[in-house]
């Protein structure tokens, strides 16, 4: 299959956004309080952050209000429509998790990611890390989150839209030493890492807090 991973969960995500379309983004509560609290404990009071893969911003509306100047980056055109709907105080730009070697001129202390680096294949997780570790300046923070499920399987996923489309979409799968071991390669220090259900019990995750 001759597909790009970062176009189809762009088309994913933006089919994902428009369902959404005149219906409450309230139902999708924030279900990271926890996650969030020790991301910030490790990063100066009013510092700025970028939260790429946000969707529709929910995480950096939360850092927003917690007092940080904060970014949001997504490859959803639409999922970052609702973005800027939800919160017009935000800044919110369309790219693609790929190009983030630019963003070194927002100056982030901290980047948080939740479930977006696994739309990328395994042959670009090491450029994408790379490339966090070198827009961060040093002491720089980066939390990230992959989903655990029981019978993964990296590779082209299938969703059926209606009787007659669906959509392609790409997830990669890691066991935390797989990720604690790049994030290592590429000079970060981990710091803290976590096994466990999300507070909302949608799914089991594992996260990663780590220090440049
Ligand atoms: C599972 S959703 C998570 C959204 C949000 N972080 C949250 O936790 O609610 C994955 C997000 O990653 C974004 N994403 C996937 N691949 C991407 C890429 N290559 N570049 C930028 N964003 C991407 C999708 O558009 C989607 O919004």
Request: proline letters at 3%.
């Amino acid at each position: 299959m001759n597909k790009n991973p970062s176009l189809q969960a762009a088309i994913l995500y933006d089919a994902v956004a428009l369902g959404l379309k005149n219906k409450k983004i309230g139902r999708y509560n924030l279900r990271y309080r926890k996650k969030l609290k020790k991301f910030m404990e490790h990063l100066p009071k009013k510092g700025s952050v970028i939260d790429i893969g946000c969707g529709f911003g929910l995480e950096a509306a939360y850092l927003k209000r917690k007092g940080f100047l904060t970014y949001g980056i997504d490859v959803s055109s639409e999922s970052i429509k609702i973005a800027r709907q939800v919160n017009p105080n935000l800044i919110f730009i369309v790219d693609d998790l790929l190009n983030l070697e630019k963003y070194k001129i927002l100056n982030p202390n901290g980047i948080h990611e939740h479930l977006s680096l696994m739309n990328l294949p395994k042959r670009s997780i090491k450029k994408v890390l790379g490339s966090i570790y070198r827009i961060l300046p040093k002491g720089g923070i980066f939390q990230s989150s992959f989903e655990i499920i029981s019978d993964n399987k990296t590779g082209w996923h299938r969703i059926k839209t209606d009787k007659n489309n669906s959509i392609y979409y790409y997830l990669s799968f890691y066991s935390l030493p797989e990720i604690k071991k790049v994030l290592s390669s590429v000079g970060f220090q981990i710091i803290f890492s976590s096994v466990g259900r999300e507070e909302d019990k949608s799914s089991d995750i594992f996260t990663v807090l780590c220090k440049k």
